[in-house]
C-alpha cells in the first residue's frame, strides 16, 4: 500500500541533520517548528526525535531505553555518549 503524501523512504535518508545552538535544554524547551527547521530535530530532552520535512511533521520517534538522540551525529546513542544541548518539545 503506498501512502500519498509521505515522502519515499529515498528522501528520508537524505534529509540533513539539523545544526542546532549550544544553549542549555531548560523545561521550558520550544515547541517544534517545522515551518523553520529542516530534517531530524532532538525533541524531548532528546529522547528522541522529530522529523521534519519540506515544513511538515512527520512526527516523534522515541530512542530507546538508555538512548538519546545525538543532533550532532543524527542518531539515537547511549545515553552517556549524547550532550543535549537543545532539544525542542513535541507530542509523544
Known amino acids: 500500500?503506498?501512502?500519498?503524501?509521505?515522502?519515499?523512504?529515498?528522501?528520508?535518508?537524505?534529509?540533513?541533520?539539523?545544526?542546532?545552538?549550544?544553549?542549555?535544554?531548560?523545561?521550558?524547551?520550544?515547541?517544534?517548528?517545522?515551518?523553520?527547521?529542516?530534517?531530524?530535530?532532538?525533541?524531548?530532552?532528546?529522547?528522541?526525535?522529530?522529523?521534519c520535512v519540506d515544513a511538515l511533521d512527520y512526527g516523534y520517534q522515541p530512542c530507546g531505553p538508555g538512548y538519546k538522540f545525538s543532533q550532532r551525529h543524527g542518531y539515537c546513542d547511549l545515553a552517556q555518549n549524547v550532550e543535549c544541548t537543545k532539544s525542542c518539545t513535541t507530542a509523544v
Not at 500519498?4 to 535544554?25: C, F, H, N, Y
Open 1 to 51: 500500500m503506498i501512502l500519498s503524501g509521505l515522502p519515499s523512504m529515498k528522501a528520508i535518508q537524505e534529509v540533513p541533520v539539523v545544526d542546532v545552538a549550544t544553549t542549555t535544554t531548560t523545561e521550558e524547551d520550544t515547541p517544534c517548528d517545522c515551518g523553520t527547521s529542516e530534517g531530524l530535530i532532538a525533541a524531548n530532552g532528546c529522547d528522541g526525535y522529530a522529523l
